[in-house]
């Protein structure tokens, strides 16, 4: 796989990482709320009440996990950045060189082609 391959992969998974965590905060916060309104029921039970927070407390855990890979993946992710900006310059000049080539290449098969 190559490295715009790669950083495309990368970009991709930390989008989708991000979208995941926003809708696992934003069910954390709503079950957080629900328990809590659900606490104020005077006629809710404990039980009930307990298993509100267990869930929200679930979904907290969820997003802790996604947070963790989010972040492994900016890190990965960023560090290629900061490789390919120190060395920008090499990298242009191969890429110049290999046109070049390429280049001098299709013109010697069309050279042939015509000569044969």
């Keep these: 796989m190559d490295d715009n391959k790669k950083d495309e992969y990368l970009f991709r998974k930390i989008c989708a990482l991000n979208d995941m965590l926003t809708d696992l905060v934003s069910s954390y916060r709503l079950s957080v709320g629900a328990a809590?309104?659900?606490?104020?029921?005077?006629?809710?039970?404990?039980k009930d009440i307990e298993d509100a927070v267990d869930r929200a407390d679930d979904f907290g855990h969820l997003a802790d996990e996604v947070r963790k890979k989010l972040k492994k993946?900016?890190?990965?992710?960023?560090?290629?950045?900061?490789?390919k900006l120190e060395h920008i310059e090499e990298i242009c000049e191969k890429a110049e060189a290999s046109e070049k080539l390429c280049y001098r290449l299709n013109k010697f098969s069309e050279e042939k082609k015509d000569f044969d």
């Excluded at 993946?73 to 490789?83: P, S, T, V």
């Design 36 to 46: 809590e309104e659900f606490n104020r029921v005077a006629l809710a039970h404990r």
């Design 73 to 83: 993946c900016i890190r990965i992710y960023f560090a290629g950045l900061d490789y």
